[in-house]
């Protein structure tokens, strides 16, 4: 991972270690301390400690991370105080959503998983498994995907308790995964929405554009509902919750000439934004 630290912010490529910290339930960052970090190294193996770690996985679809950096999204704001997260992560370099999605929910990248067409044809997920799979070898957590695409559903969710598709309809979406973290059994919960990446497509993929703007806020609101009805878990406060947010990629947009490097730090379609949550950083 490499980059420079700017007030808890990084550019990483992040997925393959995300992927990592989400099959063992811990927590990590970048490779560069923080004053504040919480230390973990006299912790028991999280695994064995897996009734009580659980994990809410949030996947946004072309969330370009300097659009949200920009928009001041008040609750990716809010919880950023408590989070490790970078604005520029860097996603795989084809920008395609089926090889990127993959990339987050396998663990591993494309000269493993082998997706790299839109319709998943001549994918190796037998030997690289979505981390569902992971979870279920190791532990008796529930597990439950909530997409607002089918062909993530569709092609790259297995080994879930509950999976749903929802037709491209954010709202739904929202409104499943609070239902789902109403359960006192609720463990390991997945969640992506699309609408971002619908509006940047339509519209332009920055923060300027105001309906790509109010995309992200709109998707922001959803979030907090999600916190919210997480923290009122009765059995909260007992709880170890890791929430993950991430996009899968950015979008294509016009980069200022002053501002490009040369490197795929100007490539507008590459840089995500991942955030990782717990109560504890």
């Not at 808890?8 to 923080?34: E, H, M, R, S």
């Not at 997409?147 to 929202?174: C, E, G, I, P, Y």
């Not at 059994?185 to 339509?202: M, P």
Request: charged residues 20%; hydrophobic residues 40%.
């Amino acid at each position: 991972m490499i980059g420079t630290k700017t007030n808890k912010t990084y550019k990483c490529g992040l997925w393959p270690y995300a992927l990592f910290i989400l099959v063992a339930i811990g927590f990590t960052a970048c490779n560069k301390d923080f004053e504040d970090k919480h230390e973990f190294n006299n912790t028991k193996d999280t695994l064995l400690e897996a009734s009580s770690s659980k994990v809410l996985y949030i996947i946004l679809d072309g969330a370009r991370g300097k659009s949200i950096e920009a928009s001041m999204a008040p609750n990716l704001t809010k919880i950023k105080a408590n989070a490790n997260y970078a604005y520029q992560s860097v996603s795989d370099d084809s920008g395609l959503d089926a090889t990127t999605w993959a990339d987050m929910l396998t663990g591993v990248n494309k000269v493993k998983h082998q997706i790299t067409t839109s319709n998943f044809t001549g994918n190796q997920l037998a030997n690289y498994p979505m981390f569902f799979k992971r979870i279920k070898d190791n532990t008796s957590l529930r597990t439950a995907a909530f997409a607002a695409s089918t062909r993530l559903s569709q092609n790259l969710v297995s080994n879930a308790d509950v999976n749903l598709a929802f037709n491209d309809n954010d709202a739904a979406v929202k409104t499943a995964v609070v239902d789902e973290l109403k359960r006192d059994d609720a463990a390991v919960v997945l969640a992506e929405f699309n609408s971002i990446e619908k509006a940047g497509n339509q519209y332009g993929y920055d923060n300027v554009v105001p309906q790509y703007k109010s995309a992200i806020l709109n998707v922001d609101g959803y979030i907090g509902e999600l916190m919210a009805q997480l923290k009122s878990r009765k059995n909260y406060k007992n709880e170890n919750w890791l929430v993950i947010i991430a996009s899968n990629q950015g979008g294509n947009y016009a980069v200022d000439p002053a501002d490009n490097d040369g490197t795929l730090f100007s490539k507008p379609l590459l840089i995500s934004y991942i955030l990782f949550y717990n109560p504890k950083f």
